[in-house]
C-alpha cells in the first residue's frame, strides 16, 4: 500500500489542550478516504495539518511524499477545500478561475470552465452572492482544476441543505472516477460518508480509534442479539466494540476474523453508520472493556443507554 | 500573485488615483497665481498672500500628514487582517504559491502604490509651495519654515517612506491582531506616535548638529522672555541664516557655563513685556542692556540643524524608516510562516 498521507506520533496543541493526539496513520493513495468524528475530535485539526495551514507541535506528518506546503511543488501536489469553502466574496467566479489559473502551474482551464458551466454559474456572479451549494461546487471546482495528487476536504457539505449534500457529493465521486485522484474528506455525518468511501478514519477525543477499509471493516463486525449475557463468555477471537443490555436482552458489537458459531445470537450485519458509531461510544483503549466489564456484572446502574 | 494583488487593490488604486487627481487639479489653478507673486519679489510675497493662499498652504501641509496615516490604516491593516477575518487566507495559501510569496507580493503591490499616491501628492504640494518655501526672511508671515518639524515632514522624499512604513506597520498588526478594525485603530496610534518621538527625539541627532556661540546684539536677537515672576528668564537668538533649525539655545557666562542671566537684565529690559523683539525698530530700550551682558561676557550657545541640511536630514530620516520598514516587514514575513494557520 502506498500511503498519499502518513503521519507518525502526530500532535498539535493549543495551549493546554491537544487537538490532535499520538496520530500515527496511513491513508492509502488511490482511495476514498473519510474522516469521521464528533465536531471537536480533531478532524479539522488533521487535515489543515496535511494541507499545511498548520504546523505538527509533536510528530511528523507526510503527504505525496513531501512535508504540507514546504514548496510551490509540494502545494500543487495537494488540493484543499476549507470547512465553510471560503471564497473571496468581492471577486466574481470569473476571477476565481483566473486566480486558480494565475496561482497554479498545473491548472486545467478547460476543468474547470466545464465544471461552472454545468454547475449553471454565472460567471459575472459575485462568490458572495452565491448560494452555500453553490459557493462549495465553486471551491471543488477550484480544488480539482488545481489538478492536485490529494484533494482534502473539510466538511465540505457541512452547511449544505440534503439536496446540495447529494449534489455535491455526486459530482465529487464522478470527478474521482474522471482524475483518479486520492480523496481525503472529513464529516461528522457518516451516512454522508457511507456512500462515497471506501476508506475510513474514526476520531475520538483527539484520537484515531479506528482506521481501515470500509468493506474489510463491514465484512469482520457483526451485531450480535440474544438472550442477556455478561462478554466474558465469548470466543477469544470475539473482541467487543460495544455492549448494550436490556433486563432480557444483549446487543454486542464484535469484531472477528472468524464466523460467529454460537446458535444463541442472531447475527446481523452492520451497516458503516452502525460500526462508526460503536466505536465513538467506546471508551478509550487504555481502559478497555469497560462497559463489557460492567455488563459482566450485571450491575443494573452501569447500564448503557441511546 | 501579482495578478491576484493587483485584483483585489483595484479599486483601492482607482479611489486614490481620483483623490490625487482632484488634489492636483486644485493646486494646479492656483499655484501658478503664487509663482507670479514669488516673481514680482520674493521678499514680499508674505504681504500679498490673502487668507485663501494660507489656507491652502495649512491645507497642503495637512494633507501630505495625513495620507500615509489613512494609506497604513486603510490599506495595510486590512491586508492580512481581512483575509484571516473571512477565512480566505485557507483558500490562498492552499493555491501553488508559498505563504511567504503572496505575503511579498501583497506588500509588494501595497507599498509600491502607496509610494505613487503619497509621491504625486507630496510633488504637487511641495509644487505649489515652492515659491514660498524658498523664500527666506524673518517672520515668513507665520508659516513655517521647510525645515521646521512642522513642514519637514510634507517636503521632499520623507513622506514616501512614511506611506511605506505605515503600510508595513498596518500589515503586520493585521496579522497580528487578526482583525481588521482593531488593527485599524491601532495602526493610527502608533504611527502617531512615531511621528511625534522622530521630530522630537531622534531628527535633531540623525545629523551631527552645527554648534555656534552667537553674541548677543539686536541683530541677532530673537526674543526675550520673562518667567512667571515677571524677571527675565531666558534670551533666544537666531543664526545668521534664518532657515536654520535651532534646536537649542542657552545663555553662556564668562566662564563658558550654562548661566542665569543677571537680575540687572530685569530693571533694564524687563519694561513692556514684549516677547519677541522684531529688529532695529524695537530695540532701542534693550541695546544698552545687551551691550552691557556682552561687556560683561554673555553669549548665547546655539544649536542648530544649519539651512543647508535640509537634504542630508531627509535622506538619512527616509533611510531610518525604510530601515524600520525592512525590519517590521522581516517580522511580519515570519509572523505570518510561523504563527499564522
Known sequence: MTAVLATDTLGKRYGRRWALKDCTLQIPAGRVTGLVGQNGAGKSTLLNLAAGLLRPTTGTIEVCGGRPASDPDQLAKVGFVAQDTPTYAGLSVRDHLRLGAHLNPRWDDDLA????????????????????????????????????????????????????????????????????????????????????????????DSEVRLAGEVETLLDTHHRLTGPRRGTHSLPADQQVVSARHTDRQSTLVVRTERPVLDPSWTVTELGLEDLVLAYMERPAPDRPGAPAAAGADGSPTLEVLK | MIWLSWRQFRLNAMTALVAVAAVAVVLAITGPRLADLAAAGAAQVFDRLTPADITLFWAGLILVAVVPAVIGAFWGAPLVARELEAGTHRLAWTQSVTRTRWLVTKLAVTCAAAVVAVGATTLAVSWWSAPLDGVVSATRGSLPGHLTPVSFAMRGVVPVAYAVFAVVLGVTLGAVLRRPIPAMALTLALYVAVQVVVPLWVRPHLVTPTTATVVIGTDTLDGISLDGSGKVGSITVHTAHRGDWILSNETLDAKGAVATLPVWLTDCAGGPPTTAVDGAVQAEPVDPCLERLTAEGYTQRVVYQPAESFWTLQWAETALYLAASALLAGFCVWWTRHRLS
Open chain 1, 113 to 204: 470552465r466545464s465544471r461552472v458551466d454545468r454547475l449553471g454559474l454565472d460567471l459575472g456572479q459575485r462568490a458572495g452572492r452565491l448560494s452555500g451549494g453553490q459557493r462549495a461546487q465553486l471551491a471543488l471546482a477550484l480544488g480539482l482544476a488545481k489538478r492536485p495528487e490529494l484533494l482534502i476536504l473539510d466538511e465540505p457539505v457541512a452547511s449544505l441543505d440534503p439536496f446540495a449534500r447529494r449534489e455535491f457529493l455526486q459530482l465529487l465521486m464522478e470527478a474521482v472516477a474522471e482524475q483518479e485522484l486520492s480523496v481525503v474528506l472529513s464529516s461528522h455525518v457518516v451516512s454522508d460518508l457511507e456512500r462515497v468511501c471506501d476508506h475510513v478514519v474514526v476520531l475520538v
